[in-house]
């Protein structure tokens, strides 16, 4: 199989270019936000306790708040992944009586167990009387923006954008089609709120949400923004009365962003962040490697190898399960933490069906180290992301590819 690996190789070099260009903008937006706010060596110690005066959340908040253009920010390690980022978001936002839109179809399935939009009984559309509504997307998985138009009322208080797939078989959305969604919510009524959930997208385009009129921009720091170095933690960004809502929803009213300890090493949140514009091209030179890999192979891949990119995420169609098991098993073995391990699918908590998750990441589920998942039903889509350098990634993809074949000709 070299040979094949070289002619991957050799045909898709000319797409990098593309991506160091998008990456050394990225690098220098995020250097001078570093240098404008002075960011120091006691930015990195953190506090104890109650967190009062707490200079390294300040200014970390700062941070994210002035890269991705957005009034304020809140980034903490309370906040325990991205979905919890988003819950929290709705509920400092979203009253009882009032309505959430989804403008994306229906939720990834752990935001959608939060919710309840499932189990009616349970979760937080029913217990606190908030009305919600999905968006079906058009034939093509693209927003409709025309069924949008019509289902926003004087009821609807938020609109949430999903930005990437999550299990669904449709592209990721780039930075012009939310403008597009914003445009519509925003010319119905100035004052409903857009909510983005950002996650896997961070950094792929020079420009954030947040800079085509999203209120506020929501992501997990074990993606992206963490440049894989940051232990856990979520972030939310946009404009500064939503901001203190969220904080509120988070810690309590009259509390608000003004209290929390830093609970972790700072310099790791800050060094992360720093380091994610790199780390985040990388990722997308990996994702470009194995589809390109894998079309050549017979697979069916989305998105395609020269098809333009708004998110880290790639998907392989296996169309049989010991197959997509297989491949899981080979890339946990080839990983460098765990690899003694042997995925198996099993019932998570917040999923509808049986997922397989391979991964052997220094940060636990960390999703900007190279890793994949899969609801094992057919047919057998898998997902791959991150990849915290192209040529591990080359590395492991290779020898996942080859132990797979091997499998195959027995």
């Given at each position: 199989m070299q040979k094949l690996f070289e002619e991957v190789e050799n045909e898709i070099t000319h797409l990098f270019l593309k991506l160091n260009k998008i990456s050394s903008f990225n690098h220098e937006k995020v250097l001078n936000a570093f240098r404008e706010l002075n960011i120091s060596e006691s930015c990195f110690y953190g506090s104890t306790g109650y967190g009062y005066g707490d200079l390294s959340r300040e200014k970390l908040d700062s941070l994210y708040a002035k890269v991705f253009k957005g009034e304020d920010a809140v980034v903490r390690t309370q906040f325990v992944s991205g979905t919890h980022a988003i819950v929290k978001s709705i509920m400092g936002i979203v009253r009882p009586g009032e309505e959430i839109i989804s403008a994306t179809g229906t939720p990834y399935d752990t935001l959608s167990n939060a919710l309840g939009i499932y189990e009616r009984n349970a979760g937080l559309l029913k217990d606190f009387n908030i009305l919600y509504k999905e968006i079906p997307l058009t034939s093509e998985g693209l927003p409709d923006l025309e069924n949008l138009k019509c289902a926003l009322s004087s009821r609807t208080k938020l609109v949430l954008i999903q930005r990437s797939r999550g299990y669904q078989n449709?592209?990721?959305?780039?930075?012009?089609?939310?403008?597009?969604?914003?445009?519509?919510?925003?010319?119905?009524?100035?004052?409903?709120?857009?909510?983005?959930?950002?996650?896997?997208?961070?950094?792929?385009?020079?420009?954030?949400?947040?800079?085509?009129?999203?209120?506020?921009?929501?992501?997990?720091?074990?993606?992206?923004?963490?440049?894989?170095?940051?232990?856990?933690?979520?972030?939310?960004?946009?404009?500064?009365?939503?901001?203190?809502?969220?904080?509120?929803?988070?810690?309590?009213?009259?509390?608000?962003?003004?209290?929390?300890?830093?609970?972790?090493?700072?310099?790791?949140?800050?060094?992360?962040?720093?380091?994610?514009?790199?780390?985040?091209?990388?990722?997308?030179?990996?994702?470009?490697?194995?589809?390109?890999?894998?079309?050549?192979?017979?697979?069916?891949?989305?998105?395609?190898?020269?098809?333009?990119?708004?998110?880290?995420?790639?998907?392989?169609?296996?169309?049989?399960?010991?197959?997509?098991?297989?491949?899981?098993?080979?890339?946990?073995?080839?990983?460098?933490?765990?690899?003694?391990?042997?995925?198996?699918?099993?019932?998570?908590?917040?999923?509808?069906?049986?997922?397989?998750?391979?991964?052997?990441?220094?940060?636990?589920?960390?999703?900007?180290?190279?890793?994949?998942?899969?609801?094992?039903?057919?047919?057998?889509?898998?997902?791959?992301?991150?990849?915290?350098?192209?040529?591990?990634?080359?590395?492991?993809?290779?020898?996942?590819?080859?132990?797979?074949?091997?499998?195959?000709?027995?």
């Open positions: 449709r592209p990721s959305l780039s930075i012009k089609k939310i403008e597009s969604i914003v445009k519509t919510v925003k010319d119905f009524n100035q004052n409903i709120v857009c909510l983005v959930d950002n996650c896997y997208g961070e950094f792929v385009e020079n420009k954030e949400p947040t800079e085509v009129g999203a209120d506020l921009v929501v992501g997990s720091l074990i993606k992206n923004p963490g440049g894989s170095l940051a232990p856990t933690g979520g972030y939310v960004v946009g404009k500064q009365e939503l901001i203190e809502k969220v904080a509120s929803s988070l810690t309590a009213p009259g509390l608000g962003s003004s209290i929390g300890a830093s609970l972790t090493d700072p310099r790791l949140l800050f060094q992360g962040f720093f380091m994610a514009p790199l780390v985040v091209t990388e990722a997308l030179k990996g994702a470009i490697y194995t589809a390109c890999l894998y079309e050549k192979l017979g697979f069916e891949v989305s998105p395609r190898y020269d098809e333009y990119r708004t998110d880290i995420v790639q998907a392989i169609k296996f169309n049989d399960q010991e197959l997509l098991e297989n491949f899981c098993h080979y890339l946990q073995r080839f990983s460098p933490v765990d690899s003694m391990a042997v995925p198996e699918a099993s019932w998570l908590p917040g999923y509808r069906d049986k997922i397989i998750m391979a991964g052997g990441t220094f940060i636990q589920g960390s999703s900007i180290e190279l890793s994949a998942d899969a609801p094992v039903k057919p047919p057998y889509w898998l997902y791959l992301q991150g990849g915290i350098s192209y040529e591990y990634t080359k590395i492991i993809i290779n020898k996942t590819t080859e132990k797979l074949f091997e499998k195959i000709k027995k």
